[in-house]
């Protein structure tokens, strides 16, 4: 990024919403025209309208800029970020190094326990990718318990964490004290971590949701540093039979509201989506999201379609995820096999994240973006050719797939052969086929 | 199997087709019914309509049986079998009993090389579930090249596994010598092994393909002993730019006019898929053979989705087989981590099955199958009242599912415990709801 001057903070709003409105076209903008291979005019026009955003902190010196939304193609986040039971700095950088390697388009610190804000600040320093967090997490550290917080505490969080950097931020904001009673009639109630502490909060006050009280306040903290909003589904279904419920869709109404009010405010924002959602309801919930959040990019969580196999909800969530992202989501939450079991290691990370590059992938290649299927076709080619090499270089996971093929090799002259030990050199189809191919 | 009588060979036709239409309900269709939750009379009706198969080979005397198609909740194959380069009976025999304990609802013996009576003989023994093969793997076997093949061996080979009981068998009769030309012009050619094999016959002698051409003597055979033909997709799309193309649907044709013979003569028939599919072909694929073949059950291999992601096969072709089934194919042939590297181990056994049953069981969900979802609440609501082991038994891989579980916590004391590493205790999400449920 050589160009930081559009992104300096002025004393007036100076977010790529605002420029975008303004018909200017951005530093961050033509980076992201650059990588998508579409015009930078197009890319204003869309953040303009709120269907795309580039989540760029202006304090995020080392950010290479992406673009999140319907015309650009799917992008995947990976959350890392230790807990109170495992994990520290070291760690969980490398992790980031390991999904940025692996091709992840933007990064989360969820991390909680002590030494949140040094973790987070070793991750941005070293983070090209646009980085998030869930200020709620510090916020109930710094308070000592989730009741003690107090909405000064959760601001000057989110304030302190968006002058580090931090380029979007995941809000419960729409999860409204009227929504409680709702959630209560669930199998699994709610299981947000955000949304169930701000839930907690709201009983114990009896009060509204303080970041909902005071949004306006909210959006001003964000309008300065250029935070993207991403609004968080404290109501996200969290079994099969919790999906579209009331209550989810209650919230999920609150968040068009609130995507309207970010927009007026030159605010960009992103709404997060489900969760545990069967496969036959993942269409409506993308449609509805469209509708009701005025096409707001939509960032979701899986959604996993069975609960039934923990241990490989880094699958049952792919499934979910390609079918979202090919009825319009934007960006994916990757999950990986340890979902609901424990904090991922640095494998269930690579799992993961390869899961989710080959969902938002095939979506890309569902929906036919230009040249996404460029690679399948050149992988392909040197399939067909034998140019194991070419296969492999050309793989999401180079490493794996060499492994694999070298393993399955009684002797060191197979791994060049023209075939593979799966069918053997008398039975293989490509080499067959590339015989028929030749032949009058 | 108390009640065998009904399955025994009296010189006349004596399919569960012939049953069917006679009205007639037979032990195995009682089997199924009881197996599925469904009435009899309906399993003979969709019987008779060809819209349901049971192979159930009249010497397959171990047989529990299975039914495949759309009034019955998915199914899954499992290929095993070895190859002349690697693997013998004892190692298949191992991965016969492994898919079986995961829950494979089929198993297809692959074996090419040396040995393939004596291997099929041993997993024959061993199976419950029904056993499929493609004959023309040992056929060339025999006769020592594929050119060498004669007519006459390739029934001799399919009388014999007939008679040694067989319930399917994938034959590629629909694949005809004017498809061929067609098929050059595919990036990846004929992928199929059945296929290419065929397709390398027919140009060296210059003839129809003898399956397709003695079709009525291949149904005597089949009438005797109730072998169910999977009709063979010999030129399924290997990549995703060959998908959908002339040659593919030009089979499908054929495949169809097969399956209105097998029909009348009371053979029960299952047509094969593909392959390689963008997401956003599987539907109309789906649809097409439906059509095309008179609801005949789609048996499909993946698809997969994405040619870019060798070593993880297993995940691309899960996708592709959860939108399948959820669109009507009726059972999903697996596919593992290794497939186009090399033969699978019984590690990849595991993960190719578990992913199936994850895809197939997505797809029954969605379908809202009667019960389907039975299993999904009662893990969800072990997993809200932290029962471990019980969110354990109601896996799809306890093991797996435990040992993640285990192997993520800091001390024996916290396996008991209601939270889990993932969030630790002050943030776990389900500890909170649980307590926001039970506030006022």
Redesign the interface.
């Known amino acids: 990024m050589g160009e930081q001057q559009d992104r300096e903070w002025t004393g007036e709003a100076m977010t790529q919403l605002f420029h975008a409105k303004k018909g200017e076209v951005t530093a961050v903008m033509r980076r992201v025209a650059e990588r998508e291979k579409i015009s930078a005019e197009l890319v204003r026009d869309e953040v303009a309208l709120g269907r795309l955003v580039i989540p760029a902190n202006i304090n995020h010196k080392n950010l290479d800029p992406q673009g999140i939304g319907s015309a650009v193609t799917c992008k995947i986040n990976t959350n890392i970020g230790g807990?109170?039971?495992?994990s520290g700095a070291d760690e969980e950088l490398k992790k980031l190094e390991l999904c940025l390697n692996l091709g992840s388009d933007a990064v989360m610190d969820l991390t909680?326990?002590p030494h949140i804000a040094e973790i987070r600040q070793t991750l941005l320093d070293h983070c090209p990718a646009p980085l998030g967090t869930v200020p709620i997490?510090e916020a109930?550290e710094r308070a000592g318990t989730?009741e003690a917080l107090t909405a000064d505490l959760l601001f000057t969080c989110i304030e302190e964490q968006a002058r580090q950097g931090v380029d979007f931020m995941t809000v419960h904001a729409g999860l409204l004290r009227e929504h409680?009673p709702m959630?209560?009639e669930r199998?699994?109630?709610?299981?947000?971590?955000g949304?169930?502490?701000t839930?907690?909060w709201m009983?114990h006050h009896q009060r509204q949701n303080p970041l909902f009280e005071e949004f306006d306040r909210l959006l001003d903290l964000c309008r300065q540093y250029d935070v993207t909003l991403s609004l968080g589904d404290g109501l996200r279904p969290?079994?099969?039979?919790d999906a579209s419920d009331a209550s989810q869709f209650a919230e999920l109404k609150t968040l068009g509201d609130l995507v309207r009010r970010c927009r007026a405010a030159d605010v960009q924002v992103m709404v997060e989506g489900p969760g545990?959602v069967?496969?036959?309801?993942i269409e409506m919930n993308m449609k509805k999201e469209q509708e009701w959040c005025d096409e707001a990019p939509f960032y979701i969580l899986g959604p996993v379609?069975?609960?039934?196999?923990?241990?490989?909800d880094?699958?049952?969530s792919?499934?979910g995820a390609?079918?979202g992202a090919?009825h319009g989501a934007s960006m994916l939450c990757y999950v990986t096999?340890?979902?609901?079991?424990?904090?991922p290691t640095q494998q269930d990370v690579r799992q993961g994240v390869?899961?989710y590059?080959?969902?938002d992938?095939?979506?890309d290649?569902?929906?036919?973006r230009p040249g996404a299927?460029e690679?399948?076709?050149a992988?392909?080619?040197a399939?067909?050719n034998f140019d194991w090499d070419q296969?492999?270089e050309?793989?999401?996971?180079p490493h794996?797939?060499r492994?694999?093929?070298e393993?399955?090799?009684?002797s060191k002259d197979?791994i060049k052969a023209d075939y593979?030990?799966?069918?053997?050199?008398?039975?293989c189809?490509?080499k067959?086929?590339?015989?028929?191919?030749a032949?009058k």
């Open positions: 807990s109170a039971v495992r909680v326990g997490y109930i989730c409680i959630a209560k199998l699994c109630g709610i299981v947000s971590r949304g169930s502490l839930a907690t009983l969290g079994c099969l039979a545990h069967p496969f036959d309801q379609v069975t609960d039934i196999a923990p241990g490989y880094h699958i049952t792919a499934i390609t079918m090919f096999p340890r979902e609901h079991l424990g904090l390869i899961a590059k080959i969902a992938h095939a979506a290649v569902a929906k036919h299927r690679r399948d076709d992988l392909s080619k399939r067909a296969v492999f050309l793989s999401l996971d794996r797939a492994m694999m093929h393993e399955s090799h009684v197979d593979c030990s799966m069918c053997g050199p008398k039975y189809a490509m067959l086929s590339n015989a028929v191919k032949a």
